[in-house]
């Protein structure tokens, strides 16, 4: 079945610094890449998603990568604000799978 | 509703207690999963239905752990003889298509429980 590697576990970073996390996954049948961000005490926030017909997406400040041939996509995170800090979380979806599988997260720290 | 809506919040059962954790879906969506988060790790898959048909359980932790959606809307997600080690946020999710397509999926605030 699918297995996602997400690194690093924590980061830290200054307010207008970027961020970026990457993720790993292991099935190559695998077609859908969506981003979750997670506040204390809440569900999972969808922020972005790529599919793999696609190599790149933006949305304002926050952008995703995928490399389908080394099976790796990453999060990037421009002009990073407090608001930002939060539990953010990779996911991959099998094309005959039915569920999501998760990274196991990482814990994004934004000082100002 | 706009958003997927779970109930209870919060509940803490007494080890041994049944639990029954309520999911309500986005209106029109064809799939609802249940998910399992325990602290500072990532969401675990349950099981997921499409319509009233539970077509994948194989996340489902033991026998104790039952689920159902019999009108294809509302799920609910049933604990028998609560273990400590249930103890967990169960987070509902629902998708507009069915498992083939791969659209987004949206998760609810989640039911924090804690057995003691």
């Known amino acids: 079945g699918e297995n996602v590697e997400q690194h690093p576990s924590t980061l830290s970073v200054q307010e207008g610094d970027s961020a970026v996390i990457k993720c790993t996954y292991s099935?190559?049948?695998?077609?859908?890449f969506p981003w979750y961000k997670q506040e204390l005490g809440k569900g999972p926030q969808l922020i972005i998603d790529i599919r793999s017909n696609v190599g790149e997406k933006k949305d304002q400040r926050i952008a995703v990568t995928l490399n389908k041939t080394a099976k790796h996509f990453s999060l990037h995170i421009t002009e990073t604000q407090p608001e930002d800090s939060a539990v953010y979380f990779c996911?991959?979806?099998?094309?005959?799978?039915?569920?999501?599988?998760f990274g196991k997260g990482t814990t994004l720290s934004v000082s100002s | 509703g706009a958003g997927v809506s779970q109930s209870p919040r919060y509940k803490v059962a007494k080890r041994g207690q049944d639990v029954a954790l309520r999911c309500d879906p986005i209106s029109g969506h064809v799939s609802l999963f249940w998910y399992q988060q325990a602290l500072g790790q990532g969401p675990e898959f349950l099981t997921y239905f499409q319509n009233e048909a539970q077509l994948d359980k194989s996340g489902l932790p033991s026998d104790r752990f039952f689920a159902e959606r019999p009108e294809g809307s509302v799920s609910t997600l049933k604990i028998q003889r609560t273990q400590q080690e249930d103890s967990a946020v169960y987070l509902c999710?629902?998708?507009?298509?069915?498992?083939?397509?791969?659209?987004?999926?949206?998760f609810g605030e989640g039911s924090w429980l804690t057995v003691v």
């Open positions: 999710a629902s998708s507009l298509l069915g498992r083939q397509g791969g659209n987004t999926i949206y």
């Open positions: 996911a991959a979806k099998g094309q005959a799978g039915t569920a999501l599988i």
């Open positions: 099935d190559s049948a695998s077609n859908y």
